[in-house]
DNA sequence: CTGTTAGCGCGTTCAA
DNA sequence: TTGAACGCGCTAACAG
């Protein structure tokens, strides 16, 4: 056991949070000759003390460097002020830009309310993500939770559902359960994107989508072949890919789609990162994107921007949905109702460098 | 106030945590006409509990979905299994894949040992970051605080250094204060990349430096002069530029540095993330990386490998050094005694394609 | 205005 | 083998 003096004054005849342990109510009570209650009220800026009173408490926890305890607090009120949020990391590691900016979103957002923030990485629809998401309902370690990358039949949020404790996702469910949402519209996006690329003169589009359980990744794809369909163009079955959501993985769809005959003269990534990977393989390959070749991402990550050629995408505000969704859960926590339970936010598409009106001959790879 | 209904008896018999709130101890003892002592005792798996007696409260806790309360646990135990971990973002996003590695390295390792990671994200030097290290000490809400990115006269460690509080930094530090650290040997590193560049018959190096109150950045810098020096080279003051550590400042900074006459035929960036912003600067400008002018970084970043060209980078295990600082702090925690309370890891340099033989003829810049 | 009493949920003496 | 009593540090209801 460690060192412990206790009722040991310091030099200003006030005991000191040092060796003793921290200064509790209690020590200011004695060092004061008043009852814990009434240190508890002055400081507290009840108006049932008399001024002298608070004036003289105030000066000894100064001195004294009295901070309450915040967990005999959390104890007492019932709450934790805590927000938790289980990062979904396929690996151990991850480097999504993507995740950075939602977290800044969120944490800096939590701070601004004097909320903390507990934070897990986990790989996704493991025993351990789920034991983490229990650990933190059942064990009370937190108001209220942020799930974020919603999936197929998310056991998360079936899950949450029966709990009862305040949830805000980032992303939209297939189950029949309600609850408060931000979502981006990437069924939109994906027209959009679709269209573009149709407006320059692609006809052979290629799609590199996201692990099938990923619910923005059923959109997206829904939205590109929504806008072949509109078109009379359609994916042939090779011209798919899923991707892992990596910069890796992206490469190595895209050395796939090029061994094609014929290649695709466009391929649509379902993020930046696989968009980025993309652009790679093509240069490897020696044909030049935005003009041999068109790629496409979606997220508008700050890399998209200095990649070269720069990544035509779409931009959707990632930390400030990270803050959204973190605002409009405190929110729920704190018992308001909210304005708007469910928002779809349109993203917007940045043209950039990397898609190119088609080329009529046919592609001759250098030597 | 929440509706709350009382001894309400399930199905079964007994209560479960619905809407009465969750199930405590107390309410497990009254269910099976025991004291709280035992019941709690029984769980805690003592030897002096009957083992019938045992086993009917196991029962009854799995049925009426018994889960201790972390918080009263917490006040109970003086201690709250948690860590602190306060990310230095500026601006408000950050989005560098270094500081996402290693949250993954730190929060995989906590998770490992049974601990919480309190997560903020804060501007380095502000009163917000001040503020936020000493709410999470002196509130009590952490066991002990992980430091990275260390700064010159570094005021986190100086305070930190006086509080007694467990903490381990992830980088070393100028001031006269001793603590348990990881770091990577940058000094070391940067020679060896000096090295290389020479070897390649560069002799007008630039280098992108990190901000000069990051003590990697000086140790870093210190490593590159050393060895210029030993060759008798050294950098005039134009080819020094700070950068801030971003894609873009990596960018606008070599933007100036080939604006310089003579150029540098080589530009060493402090970092991947400025390095990888040089790659697009010198394209943007029409030389060829690696050809015209050779670009190095530090770190290994993932997308380092996976730039075009790829990044001629030192590499270091950033995961690997998340984990292992968490695992310091933890061991420091629990009382144990570091077997080597400073680590100094080899970083290893990766040559790829971003670095070449300096060229014999003038630069031409093409049309 | 101030103090006494009670309780948040848990673990840990000490008796019985 | 079990239970009563106490304390962790704080806030709240109720007297006086």
Redesign the pocket.
Known sequence: MGLVIRNVLGSAGFRRATLM?????????EAL????????????G?????????QRVMDAAAQMG????V???R????RTDTIGFVIPTSGPRFSDPYFSELLAGIGNEAARHNYDLLVSTRTPDTPEEEATYRRLIEG?LVDGLLVVRTRVKDRRLAYLATTGLPFVAFGRSDLEVEFPCVDEDGFRGLELLGQHLIDLGHRRLAFIAAPENLMFGVYRRAGLEAVLQRHELSMPAEYVIVGDLTQRGGYTATNQLLDLSPPPTAVVACNDLMALGAISAVQKSGLVVGRDISITGFDDIPPAEHAHPTLTTMRQPIYDIGRQVCSMLIQLIQGEVLTKRHVLLQPTLIVRESTGPVQDGPHVRPA
Not at 21 to 29: F, I, M, N, Q
Not at 33 to 44: K, M, P, Q
Not at 75 to 78: E, M, T, V
């Open positions: 342990g921290p200064v509790t109510l209690k020590d200011l009570a000759g008043l009852s814990i209650t009434t240190v508890s009220r002055a400081l507290a009840y108006n049932d003390v008399a001024a002298s009173t608070r009295y901070v309450p305890d967990t005999a607090r104890l007492q009120k019932g009370r």
